[in-house]
């Protein structure tokens, strides 16, 4: 079965504007962690926000918020006042601590375009 | 953040060459991984390894191999390219020896863009 699920295979948003960015997860390990990755055309990967599985409060750094959900295993990715710089594929991971301590688990990515 | 540096950043080479994949960074990391991505594709690890001298296959069935010879470096080698290793090949570091915490974030290299003819 899939660990990460992202559903949205290309997402539209005008400048300025928010966005949320889909991301749901399968695990049985009660301890894991939540990644979102950005990646741009450039090919590398940049590492946005994490959220672990017994904080409290969901994760923020900048205009990246992490809305997490435990109970319906969820993690969406929130951008707020979209700009034309954060046009990339968005990629969703996790990392279970008990069972495979090493692996992240990626999802198939979201491909966001800001409209100007 | 990790600072990681990947040679070189596009390589396109016949089919049955011998190439070397080059990793490195600069922060200590204990932990380095290979990803194998296709383009539009979710990442998948190839290998990883703990630190030096230790190294273990990853998710992904590969054909390559590793070496950690030193904490900083993290070569994988192809031994004879076919087309079907044409992919993107990235190289990430963590900081944490031990697997204590969630978070231990992977820091990625630019990427190595393969293509084999």
């Known amino acids: 079965a899939q660990k990460i699920t992202q559903t949205q295979p290309g997402m539209f948003v005008q400048e300025k504007e928010a966005v949320t960015l889909d991301c749901t997860y399968d695990t049985s390990d009660p301890s894991y962690g939540l990644f979102w990755y950005k990646q741009p055309s450039s090919g590398e990967m940049i590492f946005l926000i994490y959220q672990g599985s017994y904080d409290q409060q969901n994760a923020t750094e900048g205009r990246y918020s992490l809305n997490f959900q435990k109970a319906r295993k969820s993690a969406n990715l929130v951008i707020s006042a979209s700009q034309l710089g954060d046009s990339a594929m968005y990629f969703c991971a996790m990392r279970e601590l008990q069972t495979g301590a090493n692996n992240l688990f990626f999802g198939t990515g979201t491909r966001l375009t800001v409209i100007p | 953040e990790a600072d990681i540096y990947q040679t070189p950043r596009y390589l396109v080479i016949g089919t049955g060459k011998k190439i070397t994949l080059e990793c490195s960074q600069t922060m200590g990391h204990d932990k380095m991984y290979w990803y194998q991505q296709d383009p539009g594709m979710e990442l998948h690890l190839i290998h990883y390894?703990?630190?030096?001298?230790?190294?273990e296959k990853g998710d992904l069935s590969s054909e390559s191999t590793v070496s950690r010879i030193r904490t900083e470096h993290f070569p994988l080698t192809l031994e004879s390219a076919r087309p079907s290793h044409t992919s993107q090949y990235l190289c990430?570091?963590?900081?944490?020896?031990?697997?204590?915490?969630?978070?231990?974030?992977?820091?990625f290299g630019p990427g190595t863009r393969l293509t084999v003819l």
């Open positions: 390894s703990y630190g030096v001298n230790s190294t």
């Open positions: 990430a570091s963590s900081e944490q020896q031990q697997a204590t915490s969630g978070q231990d974030t992977q820091y």
